[in-house]
T-cell receptor
Framework: ETGVTQTPRHLVMGMTNKKSLKCEQH?????MYWYKQSAKKPLELMFV???????ENNSVPSRFSPECPNSSHLFLHLHTLQPEDSALYLC????????????FGSGTRLTVV | QQPVQSPQAVILREGEDAVINCSSS?????VHWYRQKHGEAPVFLMI?????EQKGHEKISASFNEKKQQSSLYLTASQLSYSGTYFC??????????????????FGKGTKLSVKP
């Protein structure tokens, strides 16, 4: 248990489906992140929330929609995805984003069919 | 502004040493090092802030050369448990806010380390 919990661990969805990924941390951290990890590619930053306010949207397509209802929870809403969106989606949190290490969740392995 | 890691992969025998490098074309504020084992989450190893400091964690240590805009991770007397992919993450902001990004990490492609018995 890393302190950051992601559900589900695996998800298979069709291109017309709508699904959500959930991330939860009870570490008292103020910043939360979504990263995408594809095969043979580096970890790609998608979204950053600091104190529940989105501070970064790294040119991510609108079919990905984040939501941060409170400092402990982060969601990634998915709709009309493409097969190339299949990847491991990692959530992370940190005390804040200036000089503290990140704690990663175990990720959601997403397959779009 | 993705940092460049080298080598891409390295194979060691138990007890051997290795160095993994991470370099940036842009001035760095901090460098993070993580290790990820297959099917698991990346695990934080250490962070180095600008100032040229060196840090240690068991037999794993790292240095940060601000002038050269690079960091190196040193693994000494490697153990089987050191196997995994090592990522460096770099940030470019200082303590003052820049009205947006606050030092978010950009990761390198990783270095796959395999330690054999």
């Amino acid at each position: 248990e890393t302190g950051v919990t992601q559900t589900p661990r695996h998800l298979v969805m069709g291109m017309t489906n709508k699904k959500s990924l959930k991330c939860e941390q009870h570490l008292g951290h103020n910043a939360m992140y979504w990263y995408k990890q594809s095969a043979k590619k580096p970890l790609e930053l998608m979204f950053v929330y600091s104190l529940e306010e989105r501070v970064e949207n790294n040119s991510v397509p609108s079919r990905f929609s984040p939501e941060c209802p409170n400092s402990s929870h982060l969601f990634l809403h998915l709709h009309t995805l493409q097969p190339e969106d299949s990847a491991l989606y990692l959530c992370a949190s940190s005390q804040d984003s200036r000089g503290y290490g990140y704690t990663f969740g175990s990720g959601t392995r997403l397959t779009v069919v | 502004q993705q940092p460049v890691q080298s080598p891409q992969a390295v194979i060691l025998r138990e007890g051997e040493d290795a160095v993994i490098n991470c370099s940036s074309s842009k001035a760095l504020y901090s460098v993070h090092w993580y290790r990820q084992k297959h099917g698991e989450a990346p695990v934080f190893l250490m962070i180095l802030l600008k100032g040229g400091e060196q840090k240690g964690h068991e037999k794993i240590s790292a240095s940060f050369n601000e002038k050269k805009q690079q960091s190196s991770l040193y693994l000494t007397a490697s153990q089987l448990s050191y196997s995994g992919t090592y990522f460096c993450g770099t940030s470019f902001w200082g303590f003052s806010d820049y009205g947006g990004s606050q030092g978010n990490l950009i990761f390198g492609k990783g270095t796959k380390l395999s330690v054999k018995p």
